[in-house]
């Protein structure tokens, strides 16, 4: 099968249609979150899960609607033909749509060993594994706002860890994580902020809904735009964890400084790892991580009081303006 | 001062929308203008030949009298593979009533112009030592609709009428040396 004749079939079309679907849809909710000044990270993850589910439906459904999408006419009316990009060849010798299928493969493999395999191994492991550490004793903060959060109050186990670490198991029986060096480190507001954010993690893992966008995000394994705001979408997750953390501690410093924390630092890095970059530098990935730990405390040290609504109307006219504009995306 | 956010938000959404849709039209033309033998429209059958240098392309010498010749559009590609559609008006309503296109990369769905919404009968026959499938249903508002498809060379054809099967065969017939 030629890769023409690939991007002109069912799966093909689908493919390369889903992608532009979901590359639009992700410009156009960038777009709206800064139009509309959406600060809110729950209604922004709504926004940045458009461009996540909806390249799952786009395709079949518009081809109910019109059969004839797929055909030459059509096409050639379109507001934008991906095949004419994918049937280039660059210098006459190589179709753009090759270097189409080596991206796609590229975010299957990443999808394969940096989401699925490792979700798989924390599922296996939160079913069957023993966790390792000592277990402390019943913790009066965390069955007041497991109460708070209609959850049963997890057990919390300190590990024997100097590095700063904490994170819950969200399986049937959850469980926080401490390392005796944060236990360490932290006061008690602090710990108390920290504890609110994994039991935030806890309660938001069981809404169905959200595990139905886990599950389906799973069909655009191939779509790299997907793969980018979905990693968005759980980023904002993080957000969102924090305000309902502030919301049971009512104390968002406590938090910031708890998560200060969690900083990488280059001197942290072992001697042979920091040879290899700039002086004062940190690899790409940490820097990242950084960034995203400055955002949201940043976020936590200016929370305004005045929430702009639920934003469920930028909403509807952002999916609509989607719907129609990729109609003639095909 | 909210409703004052809000509409200061509409419009630069839409301002951006507005952005978005003309970067994707120029994003369109742009493989349209580098590649001469992409998919577009032509102005008759030789400026195909011509430009495209598709030498064999099929059309009828026998026509209904109700059929307007020239075709009332041209469409063809020389990449990624050869491909011509070519639509005929009916003399009195002005509507297309014929759909021909041949392909040497498989089916190549020409356009919404005659639908075959319902499939009544498949048949396969021979036609002038070809093999080819004959499919009788019917378009929009219960018209009878006509599909003959067969091979020709390295070609599909497709012959596509808003008639009785009877009438398409002479006309598809007529295609052939």
Redesign the interface.
Known sequence: M????FF?SYAGMYVAQSFCHSL?AA??TE??V????IDDPAVQQRFHLIAVIFPIFSFPLYQAI???R???????G????VN??L???IWGVV?IGLLFLIMIIATSLVFLFQETIPVIKHTLESRNAEHEGTQRGPEPFVERASKALSLEAPEVLILDDDEPVIFSTTGQDPVIIISAGLREALTEDQLHAAFAHELAHIARSRRPLLITVFVLRAIMFFNPMVLVKFRRAVRDEEKICDDIAVSLTRNAKALAEALEKFYYKPEEFPEADRHELPPGSIPLEEYSHNLHLASRIKRLEHRATDT?GNGWI?FA??LL?ITV?NYY?V | MRTMNRTTGFLSFALAIGVLVVILMAMNWVPRAFQKDSFRRYGSIDEVRTALNIRDIYVPSYFPQHIVWPPSEILAQGKPFPAVVMEFKDAGSGEIVLVLSQSRGGPFPAGPAIDLASIKETVPFMMKGRSAVLVVGECAKNEPCSRITWKEGSYTVTALMKAAPFELTRITESMLR
Not at chain 1, 34 to 37: E, F, H, L, P, V
Not at chain 1, 70 to 76: D, E, K, N, T
Not at chain 1, 78 to 81: E, G, T
């Open positions: 030629s890769i023409s004749t002109n639009i410009v156009i777009r709206a800064k139009a509309w000044r019109n059969a004839s797929g055909s030459a006419l059509f096409r050639l379109a507001l934008f033909d004419q990009w049937n280039w060849e179709p702009a930028a006219i952002t303006v504009l995306v």
